[in-house]
């Protein structure tokens, strides 16, 4: 990061945690119901994220350690650590390193499997220590140390895009389309079933059992490939819609549609759904010389940030205002990004040249 940015981030970052540290008047309506550690205690916040070097997890975890740095250079007294691992028994152990070693107020968590940490998570609140669960969820978990849940709002993306999608083929009379997810996590199955609620099964017609794959743009190109391969020419003519759950599937996707060469025509196919805001898609789908146009749905990487703010929050005792509170989970809100028109909140240069994408991508600068 630049110098000049990064000392910027770091001025703008203390005078938001001092904003925040304002005792709230009901300290019970507060995350994890208390006031918190008195003044002059150091708060310490153990971070244990999944590792990643690329695409969405590895941005996160630079995204985690950009927070932590600005949040330990800011003089609030407040020390953030990061842990990252590969495999759920890494981020087993780095938890019990935490609370053997370090003394935290809270750890955030965000789960590599949630029923694998179930028993680590216990481990946390039974400490005494609160816990925040960020992004995926521990099916049923509660402790009376236990803040909460947060996330981006899956099945609100998929409300929106369905809603989307019932406007933009507001004219057809059928839409036919393939779909592919990421996993069958709780991620997955919010966001199909937000999108299945609105829509019109008899008008929406999936052509093939859904495609998961493992978040991988390597993965869904080769599973789309596939598809062409074997299916007919009128079932390829007649593919109106392609539905993902991520801008590197959308990617992989494109990419096996740009190198089709099997005769059938593409021209009926008219949009690519998505989740991300990624500007590596965004370019991707600009420059295509087929006719396909993208709506992706912002779930960014920074985020991970906000599951930060909340344990901050949460250690001090203060009111937390990043994402609205929605039966029992802390929301992140989403907003539509597209080329396709319509009922968005930003075409793609009005995205570019916004403050959030400018946050996003602060940690390449």
């Known amino acids: 990061m630049k110098k000049g940015l990064k000392a910027l981030l770091v001025s703008l970052l203390a005078l938001s945690l001092a904003a925040c540290s304002t005792p709230a008047k009901d300290p019970a309506a507060t995350p994890g119901g208390d006031a918190g550690k008195t003044e002059g205690d150091k708060i310490v916040i153990g971070v244990v994220v999944p590792s990643g ?11 985690a350690k950009a927070e932590a740095e600005a949040i330990n250079a800011s003089g609030q007294n407040i020390e953030v650590i990061v842990k ?13 390193n935490l609370l053997s070693s370090s003394n935290p107020d809270v750890i955030v968590l965000w789960p590599m499997e949630g029923e694998a940490l179930r028993s680590a998570a216990q481990s946390v609140t039974d400490a005494g220590v609160k816990l925040v669960i960020y992004d995926r969820l521990i099916d049923g978990f ?19 895009m ?28 919010q966001r199909s079933q937000g999108m299945d609620d609105v829509i019109d099964p008899a008008k929406f017609v999936q052509m093939k059992e859904t495609f998961v794959t493992n978040w991988s743009s390597e993965t869904a190109q080769n599973q ?79 985020m991970v940030r906000e ?27 989403t907003f539509a990004i597209s080329n396709a028109g319509g009922d968005v909140k930003f075409d793609f240069e ?11 991508y602060s940690i390449f600068e």
């Open 224 to 302: 789309m490939e596939e598809w062409l391969a074997g299916a007919s020419k009128d079932e390829i003519e007649s593919l109106d819609l392609i539905v993902t759950h991520d801008d590197e599937i959308a990617d992989g996707i494109m990419n096996a549609l740009e190198a089709y060469t099997g005769g059938a025509d593409l021209s009926n196919l008219k949009l690519v759904t998505s989740i991300g805001g990624r500007k590596e898609t965004l370019d991707k789908f600009e420059n295509t010389k087929l006719g396909v146009k993208l709506i992706t749905y912002y779930f960014a990487p920074g």
């Open 307 to 333: 599951a930060i703010r909340l344990g901050i929050a949460s250690a001090q005792g203060t009111d937390y205002t990043g994402a609205t509170l929605t039966d029992g989970v802390y929301l992140i809100p």
């Open 142 to 160: 509660t402790a009376d140390t236990f803040v909460g849940d947060i996330m981006g709002d899956n099945v609100g993306i998929g409300t929106q």
């Open 162 to 189: 369905g809603n989307y999608l019932t406007t933009f083929y507001a004219d057809d009379d059928a839409v036919n389309y393939l779909r592919f997810i990421g996993d069958a996590s709780t991620v997955g199955v």
């Open 53 to 63: 070097d690329h695409g969405f997890t590895g941005e996160s975890l630079a995204h």
């Open 350 to 360: 009005g995205y570019r040249g916004s403050d959030i994408f400018t946050e996003r």
């Open 84 to 96: 990252d691992g590969l495999e759920a028994s890494d981020q087993i152990t780095s938890i019990e």
